[in-house]
């Protein structure tokens, strides 16, 4: 949210929200630059003029009342609204402005999202972004609760809360150094991997729920990590067998350092890589132009794995 967005609304919307991220008084302040005693005053005006407290004053920091998550979906819809205003009414004038917070997995930083980020310098330099690292599981409370604009996510289950702007398919694989006997493999199962030492993504993670659909039965791994980075890297040492899509790997591949072989017995398993935003809200222009940039960008990446397998 910008500093001009902000100031179209009363300041009471303004810091009561700062105050919900920050946590408290003293660090809404310190964000906004503002005085505690003047952000203190703020909230206790809001609280009476609503007739109830929408913060429960703990000895940890402040939490939201029944009232304050109310409010919060309100004030969350206010700052969100003068934000697509402020952008709209600057994309009239030509100057594409604005701020947009993306929440992307971790698979992602490799390759993806920093050429979105270069494309994005270059054709709009004058928007400044924010990127949130985040497993999937989180990214949909992330765009709910208006931390971020857009989510960038593998596998997110349908939800009345989100809307899906663009996806891509990806075959999930095997990812071992060349000299390894799977290597040599076109497609693989599951079952084929078992006598191998493995490295498993976390149960959280998507892709670990999508192994499990596929071999319920996954034994203890010799590793078990819910960093893909970290996965990747073990693997490059040849300590086991890691499973993921050829985004976040692409460096790797194209230097001969690993080899992705794709899980196709007895059914192909494929991931769905997805640009998301809150279905309740109309995005500002900067947020659509950003999701416009990644959409091509995953487009880019799907092409090419499709070359590949031809």
């Known amino acids: 949210m910008s500093s001009r967005a902000r100031r179209i609304h009363a300041p009471m919307i303004v ?18 630059n503002i005085a505690s005693s003047a952000v203190n005053r703020q909230l206790l005006k809001l609280e009476e003029e609503l007739g109830t407290p929408l913060f429960e004053r703990l000895p940890s920091g402040l939490k939201l009342t029944h009232a304050g998550s109310t409010f919060a979906r309100h004030a969350i819809e206010v700052l969100q609204d003068a934000e697509r205003v402020r952008s709209e009414l600057e994309a009239l004038q030509g100057l594409r402005t604005g701020h947009v917070e993306i929440a992307a997995v971790e698979g992602l930083s490799s390759d993806l999202i920093p050429n979105v980020l270069a494309k994005a310098r270059e054709r709009f330099p004058r928007v400044t972004i924010g990127i949130n690292v985040m497993g999937s599981g989180a990214i949909p409370q992330a765009l709910v609760s208006g931390d971020v604009d857009l989510g960038v996510a593998f596998s997110l289950d349908r939800s009345s809360d989100l809307q899906q702007l663009s996806v891509a398919s990806f075959h999930l ?4 150094p060349p000299d390894h006997p799977l290597a040599s493999n076109k497609a693989l199962s599951v079952s084929a991997c078992l006598s191998h030492n493995l490295i498993l993504p976390k149960s959280e993670l998507s892709i670990r729920q999508q192994l499990a659909k596929a071999y319920a039965k996954l034994p203890v791994p010799a590793i078990e990590t819910s960093s893909v980075e970290l996965a990747k890297q073990l693997t490059l040492r040849g300590l086991g067998v890691a ?26 398993l494929r991931s769905d890589l997805g640009v998301y935003v809150r ?18 960008e995953i487009g880019l990446h799907a092409a090419r794995e499709g070359d590949t397998a031809s």
């Open 173 to 176: 694989g095997a990812v071992v």
């Open 243 to 268: 499973f993921q899509t050829r985004i976040g790997i692409e460096r790797e591949l194209a230097h001969g350092q690993l080899v992705h072989v794709p899980i196709k017995k007895p059914m192909p």
């Open 15 to 32: 810091y009561f929200d700062a105050i919900r991220r920050a946590g408290s008084v003293r660090e809404a302040a310190r964000r906004l």
């Open 279 to 296: 279905a309740a809200r109309n995005p500002p222009v900067a947020v659509h132009a950003l999701a416009d940039i990644i959409a091509a």
